[in-house]
């Protein structure tokens, strides 16, 4: 039996820094691979504040989904990866600009990230 799966490609998203797509579509469901504060032309990491680096990050998942056909309202969970527990606060913020009530669930965790701050996966359902 073959999966109907299908590779999401954004090409204003950063493409990713390995052998793994920007997301998988499988049916309604769209699984966002890691994604951080890249440049979407370069393909390297923007570092800069903390907060400017969550605000580039968010907005590549947005793009990504976007070619999927889905939006932020469609995210059911996301798995957020910090450096510094300390800015959780800051990234709640951020966070609250981007998605509303129901929120996705969503995991924190503190990770050793090479040269950045933030990276986050998500799962959604699309419409």
């Known amino acids: 039996m073959s999966l ?3 590779t999401v490609f954004a090409p204003d998203a950063p493409k990713g820094r390995g ?3 920007q ?3 499988y049916n309604n469901q769209l699984f966002v691979s890691g994604q951080g504060p890249l440049d979407p032309v370069t393909n390297t990491p923007v570092t800069g504040t903390f907060e400017s680096e969550v605000h580039l990050t968010i907005q590549n998942i947005k ?3 976007a070619a ?3 939006d ?3 995210a059911l969970k996301l798995t957020v990866y910090l450096t510094e527990l300390s800015n959780i606060p ?6 609250i600009q981007y998605f509303s009530e129901p929120y996705p669930a969503r995991t924190l965790v503190q990770a050793g990230l090479r040269g950045i701050q933030v ?3 998500a799962t959604f359902i699309c419409r």
Request: charged share 35%; glycine share 0%; proline share 7%.
């Open 4 to 6: 109907n799966k299908e």
């Open 19 to 21: 052998p793994f797509p």
């Open 23 to 25: 997301a998988v579509k």
């Open 63 to 65: 793009k990504i989904a």
């Open 68 to 70: 999927a056909d889905c």
């Open 72 to 74: 932020l309202t469609d």
């Open 90 to 95: 800051k990234f709640n913020e951020i966070y």
């Open 119 to 121: 990276e986050i996966d």
